[in-house]
């Protein structure tokens, strides 16, 4: 299988995706969101490849080659970093031999209505239910978000030589893994050894978001700003 990048924005299933390119693949697996540098501590970035773009600008091929080098599966959340930053990521994994997998969900009131309900509550696992307590999205930085996201990928997409566009509603496809699994070159037998877990992890996975839809306040006002 080619070590890969999932381009993802947050809430469209990227998680999943990852666990599926875990069964199938011996490159090692990188964090989730690894290049994020974002600080919790004061101690640095939290994330395992965080401190790159902390770095000069200058830097960033470098470090970013040297990480692409060793082969890593990569989800990325485009948009929590710079559009020069990801385009140098395209150009280190491109050198390193990376395919690309885009993963879209076309339905963006459900993603923003998912993203707004986990920024304000930390509900980020399905589990977490009891901690939303109907708070108002904020529909402004929601949608500087979703505008982002659309500006960095028609920016990013013209650089990617080879992308499989996946979408998040299709995610329960199995017409679907199999041919990205052709895309990745997976051991066909691997496929099939996998696929009972990959039925099993699109069934229960997910985080369920859609039921706390009636208790958003301002939903109208986010469906309005997305028209």
């Given amino acids: 299988m080619n070590p890969c990048i999932i381009w993802a924005t947050q809430r469209s299933r990227s998680t999943l995706v990852r666990q599926i390119l875990e069964l199938w693949s011996d490159w090692p697996m990188a964090d989730d969101e690894p290049f994020d540098p974002a600080v919790f501590d004061g101690s640095g970035p939290h994330w395992q490849f965080g401190w790159i773009a902390c770095r000069p600008e200058a830097e960033w091929p470098m470090h970013l080659r040297q990480v692409c080098d060793e082969g890593w599966i990569?989800?990325?959340?485009?948009?929590?970093?710079?559009?020069?930053?990801?385009?140098?990521?395209?150009?280190?994994?491109?050198?390193?031999?990376?395919?690309?997998?885009?993963?879209?969900?076309?339905?963006?009131?459900?993603?923003?209505?998912?993203?707004?309900?986990?920024?304000?509550?930390?509900?980020?696992?399905?589990?977490?239910?009891?901690?939303?307590?109907?708070?108002?999205?904020?529909?402004?930085?929601?949608?500087?978000?979703?505008?982002?996201?659309?500006?960095?990928?028609?920016?990013?997409?013209?650089?990617?030589?080879?992308?499989?566009?996946?979408?998040?509603?299709?995610?329960?496809?199995?017409?679907?893994?199999?041919?990205?699994?052709?895309?990745l070159h997976v051991d066909h037998a691997r496929w099939r050894e996998t696929l009972p877990r990959i039925n099993e992890m699109v069934r229960t996975g997910g985080q369920d978001t859609a039921a706390l839809r009636p208790r958003v306040p301002n939903v109208a006002e986010l469906r309005r700003a997305l028209a």
């Fill in 74 to 183: 990569i989800k990325h959340v485009y948009d929590l970093l710079p559009l020069n930053f990801n385009l140098a990521l395209v150009r280190a994994a491109d050198a390193s031999g990376y395919r690309h997998i885009h993963l879209d969900r076309l339905d963006a009131l459900a993603r923003l209505v998912s993203l707004g309900v986990a920024i304000s509550s930390c509900r980020w696992t399905r589990d977490q239910h009891g901690k939303y307590q109907g708070q108002p999205l904020n529909v402004a930085w929601l949608i500087a978000r979703h505008n982002e996201a659309k500006r960095q990928w028609r920016a990013i997409s013209e650089k990617l030589p080879l992308c499989f566009e996946l979408r998040s509603e299709r995610l329960n496809t199995t017409s679907d893994f199999e041919r990205l699994s052709r895309f």
